[in-house]
């Protein structure tokens, strides 16, 4: 009736006593457990795929594996299929093809990636400035500044970014100054993402312990000083992950310039339509360039995912699970902040 334990002399455990008929677990198989349940592999990072649901028992398990051969073997139909298609269609022969073996193409298309990496680049460097003021809004102590806040902020997140661009390639020189087609797309980029990253902004600052701004007040900060020097700062560690994410999309986003602007911005999609044309192989000249941007957005995913792994090693992964959906206590400073 009674299980025979040894005694915490004999280099047992506490947990270990004698318990009536109930079988011990193993501490091995008692620490799986734990770890199972908190999410957290071997390693110490977190797995993410079981933070929205329960692990996979071996029914699901099974029904997930017939699910993915079925869809491998449509998905590899499909590209048999299509790729017939083009050979009936003439578009796999050489003569369609033979520029991707010319420098000065690669030269051309080249220049092209430049200007929609500088324009990229510049947008986002002033998409964190407006995000930083969004978010200082957004937090702001003052009820009527976090209301203009977050009036600007989702006004600017609900308008479809390629009616944004429009509006600035054809009402701003019509009623301001002449700034050209790159500056009217690095802006209206820029206004879109600075809404988005000023909640992701938000979103890292609120993350934070409220301990931490309670320890700047109790020394003699205010509310702008503890943003600025304490709560910002141990923020931006956070926030990388998904800057970077947001990087890609705002590079994705550059080549709506080549295709609503007039005159278009000679960025990357617009150097590859000018190659396929001078060619006449429209549909090659895309696809060369659809895979440049592949090979540079996956770079930049891969980093991102780099800075994901390494913040979850070194902070967990509350540290960097930030996002714009992420949540947030209120804002910084007086009660009833407002909350979207």
């Known amino acids: 009736m009674w299980a025979s334990t040894p005694s915490t002399a004999d280099n047992g455990s506490s947990d270990e006593r004698r318990i009536p008929n109930e079988r011990r677990i193993p501490n091995e198989r008692r620490n799986t457990n734990e770890r199972r349940n908190t999410n957290e592999r071997e390693d110490g990072r977190v797995d993410d795929a079981l933070i929205l649901g329960d692990e996979l028992g071996p029914r699901g398990r099974r029904r997930v594996q017939i699910a993915t051969a079925i869809a491998t073997v449509l998905l590899a139909a499909l590209a048999v299929a299509v790729v017939n298609r083009f050979s009936d269609k003439g578009q796999l022969e050489w003569d369609r093809w033979s520029f991707i073996s010319e420098w000065s193409i ?174 006449k192989s429209p549909l090659q000249g895309l696809l060369v360039t659809a895979a440049i941007y592949i090979v540079v957005n996956s770079a930049l995913s891969a980093v991102a995912r780099r800075l994901e792994q390494r913040q979850a090693r070194r902070y967990g992964r509350t540290e960097h699970a930030v996002g714009p959906l992420a949540e947030g206590g209120v804002g910084l400073g007086a009660p009833g902040a407002i909350e979207t």
């Open 106 to 279: 690669w030269r051309f298309l080249l220049r092209g990636l430049r200007n929609t990496l500088t324009a990229s680049l510049v947008a986002m460097a002033l998409a964190l400035v407006l995000g930083a003021l969004g978010a200082a809004g957004r937090l702001h102590p003052a009820r009527g500044v976090r209301a203009i806040a977050i009036v600007l902020v989702e006004l600017l997140r609900a308008t479809p970014l390629v009616l944004l661009i429009y509006f600035m390639g054809q009402f701003v020189p019509r009623y301001g100054p002449e700034l050209g087609s790159y500056w009217y797309l690095v802006i209206g980029l820029a206004t879109y993402n600075g809404a988005v990253i000023a909640e992701i902004f938000r979103a890292g600052v609120n993350s934070l312990g409220v301990g931490q701004r309670e320890a700047a007040l109790a020394v003699g900060f205010t509310d702008g000083q503890a943003l600025r020097r304490v709560l910002f700062p141990q923020a931006v560690r956070r926030m990388v992950p998904a800057l970077v994410n947001q990087l890609v999309t705002l590079l994705k986003d550059s080549s709506l310039g080549a295709l609503v602007l007039l005159p278009a911005v000679d960025d990357l999609l617009h150097q590859g339509k000018i190659v396929g044309d001078f060619r």
